[in-house]
C-alpha cells in the first residue's frame, strides 16, 4: 500500500466528503431547477392556478386539484391536533413509567412507518365502507389525519418536554391543579413546538397520492366541492394521471402542475422553519 | 404555640428510606431552620410540608404532618388548598415567561381568589410592596419578570407567594443563586415576613441559619438530629453530630 503523508490524506478525505455532500444535493437541485424551466411559462399564466381544467384536461387549469389538497389538508388538521396533542398530554404529564406506556411510544413510532398504502387501505375500509363515508373529502381527511397523527404526537410530546420542570412547579406550588397548570402553563410555552411540528406533518402529506387514492380522490371534476361528502381533485393524483393517462398532454403543463405542488410544499416547510427560528429567538426560557 | 407538628414521619423513593421518622413542632410566626450536609434530606422535609413530594413518582410517606392541627395527609385533603396555604419558594427563581404583573396575579386569577380587576391590582401592589420591591417595577408591571436581576426575581417569587394569601412560607435554598449583597437583602425580607409567616428555611449556609432563623433543626443521613432554639445549636448543642457539624468538622 502506498503511504500518504497526513497532509495529503486530510486534503483527500475532505475532498470526498466535499463531492459527497454536492452529489447528495444534486438530484434535489435538478429536479427543481427542471421543473421550474419547463412548467414556469405554462405557470405564470395566472389563469392555470384558477381556472377550471377543461377539453379532458388537455386544457384550462388545475384550481380543483389545488383547492382539494387544501381542503383535505386543513380539514385533516382539525382532527389530528386535537387528538394528538391530547395523546402527547396523556403521554407527558399522566402518563406512569410504566410497561403500558412504553408498548404505546412504541406503537407510536411503529405507526410512523407504516406503509402510506396500507393507510389508504385502512381508510377505505373504515371511513368509506364501514362508516359509509364514501369516497369524500371527509373520508380522505380522517385516512390523512392517521397517518399524520405518530409525527403530531411524537412533535407534540417533545415540545411538552422541553417546557421546564420549573414552570411546572412553581405552578403547582401556588396551589392550581395539575390540569390548570397544563392548560395555563405547559400548553402556552409548548404551542409554538406543537404548530411547527403540525405545519411539518402537514407538508408531508400535502404531496401523498396513496391514503387518498381509494378515500378522497376523483379522476375528474366537473366543478368545485359543495360538500365535505363529495370527491375531489387532488395535486399529486393529478399530476400522475396528465402525466400519464392522457395522451397528446402538453408537457410543460404537467411541469407547472408539479411546480404548484412543489411551491406549496416547500412553502409550508418554509413557513415552519421561519416560525421555529422566530420563536427559538423569542423564547426566554 | 406550633403550628406545624410533624409526627413518626418517614419518606421514600419507591424503596430508599430518606426521612426516618421525624418528629418536630414548628412555632408560628418564626423563623426555622433546616441544616445538615448535602443528601441529608432538607428538601424532601421542607417538600413535605405542602406536598410537592406528590409530584414525584414512586415517592410514599407515613406518620403526620399537623398544620394547624389538620393531618396533611389525610384522605379527603385539598392539596390545592394546603399548597395556596404553604407557599414555597425555590433554589433558583422559577418565574413564569410572562409579565410581573402576571406572575404576581396569576395564583388569583387561576384560584379565583379574586375576579375583579381592581382587586386583583390591589393585591398586586400589597404583595410586591411587602417585599419591597414595588416602587422599582411600578412603572414597568408588563415588562416580562425575566428582564429582573436574580435578587429581584427571587423577591417576586416570594411576592406570588405573599399574593395567595399563604401563612407559612418554605423557602429551599432561597439564596443560593445570589450574590452576598443580595443574600443580605433577602434575608432582611425574610425576617421582615416573619411578622405574620410562619417560615422554614433550608440553607447550606450556617452563618445564614445563625443569622435569620430563631430556631434550627439539624439533620444528617435522613434522620432528624438535633432541633432547638438557634444559639443553643451554634454555641452549645447537646448532640455530638450537631457540635461536629456546625463546627464545620464535616459537611
Ligand atoms: N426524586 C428523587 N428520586 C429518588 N431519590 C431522590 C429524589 N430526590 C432526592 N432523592 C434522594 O433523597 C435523599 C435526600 O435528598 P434531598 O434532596 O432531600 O437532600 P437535601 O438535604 O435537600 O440535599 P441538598 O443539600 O443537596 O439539596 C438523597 O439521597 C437523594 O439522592
Ligand atoms: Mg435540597
Known sequence: MIKLSPKLS??????????????????GVLIISIII????????????LTSMPTSGMLKGGILPAIIG???LVII????????GVGAAIYLNEYSKNNLFTKIIKLAIINLAGVPSIVYGLFGLGIFVIYLKLGVSIIAGALTLSMMELPVVITTAYGA??????SFREASLSLGVSRWKTIVHIVLPNAIPGILTGAVLSTARIAGETAPLLFTAVAFYTPHLPHSIRDQVMILPYHLYITATQIPNMEENRIFATALA????????????????????????? | MSKIEIRNFNLYYTSLHVLKNINVNILERKITAIIGPSGCGKSSLLRSINRMNDTIEGVHVSGEINIFGKNIYDIGIDVRILRKNVGMVFQRPNLFPISIYENVAFGLKINRIHSKKNAINEVVEKSLKSVSLWDHVKDKLHKSALSLTLEQQQRLC??????????????????????????????ELIIYLSDQYTIVIVTHNMQQAARVSHNTAFMLLGELIEFDKTEKIFTNPSMNETEDYVSGRFG
Open chain 1, 10 to 27: 486530510q486534503k483527500l478525505s475532505y475532498l470526498f466528503l466535499f463531492l459527497a455532500t454536492i452529489l447528495a444535493i444534486i438530484p
Open chain 1, 37 to 48: 424551466a419547463k412548467g414556469w411559462s405554462v405557470f405564470f399564466t395566472l389563469k392555470f
Open chain 1, 69 to 71: 389538497t387544501f381542503l
Open chain 1, 76 to 83: 385533516s388538521i382539525f382532527f389530528v391536533l386535537p387528538i
Open chain 1, 160 to 165: 411538552l418536554n422541553s417546557v421546564p420542570l
Open chain 1, 261 to 285: 405542488l412543489l411551491i406549496i410544499v416547500l412553502s409550508m416547510n418554509f413557513i415552519a422553519i421561519i416560525a421555529r427560528i422566530y420563536f427559538r429567538k423569542n423564547r426566554k426560557w
Open chain 2, 158 to 187: 416570594i411576592a406570588r407567594v405573599v399574593a395567595v394569601a399563604s401563612n407559612i412560607i418554605l423557602l429551599d435554598e432561597p439564596c443560593s443563586s445570589l450574590d452576598p449583597i443580595a443574600t443580605q437583602k433577602i434575608e
